[in-house]
C-alpha cells in the first residue's frame, strides 16, 4: 500500500525538479487523503452539489402541487418544473466536471480540493463540456460488456459477474488514462493494459477502494434501502467519498507517473 500514495517510498527517482512546488502532508497520507474536501472550495462544492437538488426538489414539488390545485396555471407550472430539471442536469454536469478536475488537480500534486474549473482556466465551458462526456464515455465503455451481455443473455450469471468485474476494475486506469490524455486516445486499450501490468500492485487495492464503497452506497440509495431521515447523510458520504477517491486516483498518477510513462 506504500506504492499507492506515497511518492517517497516507491524507491522511484521521481524527477522532483521538473515539477511545481506542491504543498506537503500536515498528517500521515492513510489520514491526510481523507481530508482531501475539508478546504474552503471543496466544502463549499459539497454544499451546493448537496443542498441545491434538495432546493430544487422542493420547488418542483411545489410547482406539481400548484399545478393540481390551480389548472390554469397548469401550463405555466409545467414550464418552470421542466427549468427545475434542466438546472438538476447543469448541477449533475458540474459536479462531474468537478470530480475530473479533483483528478487532474491532485495529479498534478495537489492536496486539497481544487475551486471549480481552476485546472486550466483558459478553459471555455465547450472544454468542461468535453471533459464531461470523455468521463461519461469512460463509464460507458466499461460498462458496456456486462450490459450487452445481459441484454442478449437475460441471466446474470459467472460470465455477467466476470465482465462487470473487469469493466470495473479497468475503470479507474481508463477514466486517469482519459482525464490525463484529455482525449478517449487515453481508452487505447494496448496502453491501458501496459499500464496495468506496470503497476498491478499499487492499482489493485486503489481500483478495490475506488469501486466497493462507491457501488454499495448508491446500490443503497437506489434500491431505497435507506430509512428517509438517512438518504442526505448517505448521500453527503457518496458524493465525500467521490472526492477523495478522485484525489486517490490522480494522486496515484502523481507517484507513478515514471511507471505509467504516459507522456
Known sequence: ????????????????????????????????????????????????????????????????????????????????????????????????????????????GQIRAPELLSVGQDEDYLGAMGHILRGIGVVAVCVAPASVYFLVTQRPDAVLILLAAGGLYILPMALLSVVMEESLVGLNPVRLLVSLLRTVMPYTPLAIMFVVPLVGMIALLVLGILPWFLALPARFFVMYVQLVMAHLLGWFYYCNEERLDWF
Open 1 to 108: 500500500m506504500s506504492d499507492l500514495l506515497g511518492p517517497d517510498l516507491l524507491g522511484l527517482d521521481l524527477d522532483r525538479d521538473r515539477r511545481p512546488e506542491v504543498p506537503q502532508r500536515r498528517l500521515p497520507w492513510p489520514l491526510d487523503v481523507w481530508l482531501f474536501p475539508f478546504n474552503e472550495a471543496g466544502l463549499t462544492m459539497l454544499a451546493v452539489f448537496l443542498l441545491l437538488p434538495l432546493a430544487l426538489n422542493a420547488l418542483a414539488w411545489f410547482l406539481y402541487l400548484v399545478g393540481q390545485m390551480a389548472p390554469v396555471l397548469y401550463v405555466l407550472a409545467l414550464f418552470l418544473r421542466f427549468m427545475v430539471f434542466f438546472f438538476w442536469a447543469i448541477i449533475g454536469f458540474a459536479y462531474v466536471c468537478y470530480l475530473l478536475q479533483s483528478i487532474q488537480a491532485s495529479a498534478e
